[in-house]
């Protein structure tokens, strides 16, 4: 019997090109060869590629999603996405993918360009009665806000950040007025909306979650200790952060974690393996930072500690929801 083909799709147009090119990496270490022929697809301004052996890459026919490889004409069967950023975490590629037929591993295009501004979707989750931090966003990078007013508002200190981006790329903890302008304007570099947000204090946790057998799946709550002010693209990618699972914390509070992830994933109708980010408050309630629908995938990220933790294999879960996708 034929192998499906299955693209492990990275690259992408934002700053998290290269993290999403490590997650890529993890991806096709885990899925080897069997039960799929599983192939890198790299999405890049200058074009789309497959790499075939050696490293070596041949166009992708963006009318069908295919390559031809030793005089064979290949189409793929099933798109993992592990793009972080734009197009692939925006609902684009969602979108392309729907047009054209193929099956994918994240949520539908509404889903991805709901989750991927963060601002719109915290308050969507809001509606369900899920805390959130108090936030304001700014479209218009080319008038200056009111920072006086967003202090009274959100205090001191505070945090800044581009509303659609991630890896905490362009994201400043402000805890002097005159600094507040200046990171508002480093964060519309990245992109065309800014979320100027409450700090949160308390202790802070993710927690991953993934559908199999038509049962959503809650893994084990990582507790997460920035040695910098936050956890920031350093603390991410550098080591600059200490990361426990299972997380510190009660019993009773890793379940309300769980139920609340799995709540979340219900909410959004929502595809494949997330990872939701909270702060847990000196009153003991979570308070939602955002919802990631393309989780790093690196063999130190934290949905690989989780499902280790959880005494599953990566292969396991990555092939369950391949093959489930393949059979609708």
């Avoid at 890049?44 to 064979?72: H, M, Y």
């Avoid at 994918?104 to 991805?112: A, F, I, K």
């Avoid at 204090?201 to 993934?210: L, Y």
Wanted: with cysteine; hydrophobic share 40%; net charge negative.
């Amino acid at each position: 019997m034929k192998k499906p083909f299955v693209a492990v799709v990275a690259g992408g147009y934002s700053g998290e090109h290269s993290v999403s090119l490590k997650s890529a990496a993890g991806i096709l270490s885990w899925l080897g060869q069997d039960p799929f022929a599983t192939f890198l697809v790299l999405i890049e301004q200058e074009g789309w590629s497959v790499q075939i052996a050696d490293g070596k890459r041949v166009p992708l026919d963006k009318n069908d999603f295919s390559f031809e490889n030793e005089g064979e004409r290949i189409r793929f069967d099933y798109a993992y996405i592990t793009i972080h950023g734009t197009p692939g975490e925006n609902g684009l590629l969602q979108g392309y993918l729907d047009m054209i037929g193929i099956p994918y591993s994240t949520g539908d295009t509404l889903v991805e360009s709901l989750t991927f501004n963060k601002y719109v979707c915290n308050r969507f989750l809001s509606g369900f009665g899920i805390r959130i931090a108090d936030s304001v966003r700014l479209t218009e990078s080319a008038v200056l806000p009111d920072a006086e007013g967003l202090i009274v508002r959100l205090g001191l200190p505070l945090f800044v950040k581009p509303n659609v981006g991630g890896s905490s790329i362009a994201t400043t903890k402000v805890a002097q007025p005159d600094k507040l302008l200046p990171a508002i304007a480093q964060a519309f570099v990245e992109g065309k909306e800014v979320m100027v947000e409450r700090l949160i204090i308390g202790t802070e946790v993710t927690c991953g979650a993934f559908r199999r057998e038509g049962k959503i799946v809650a893994l084990p709550v990582t507790e997460v200790v920035a040695y910098n002010e936050f956890f920031d693209f350093d603390a991410k990618y550098n080591g600059a952060v200490e990361e426990i699972t299972p997380a510190r914390i009660s019993d009773d509070l890793t379940v309300a974690i769980q139920r609340l992830t799995t709540a979340i994933y219900e909410h959004l109708n929502a595809c494949g393996i997330i990872r939701v980010d909270y702060i847990i408050e000196a009153d003991g309630v979570p308070t939602l930072l955002e919802v990631n629908t393309t989780p790093g995938m690196t063999p130190t990220s934290f949905i690989p500690q989780q499902v280790r933790a959880a005494g599953m294999e990566m292969k396991e879960v990555l092939c369950s929801i391949i093959q489930e996708g393949l059979s609708h």
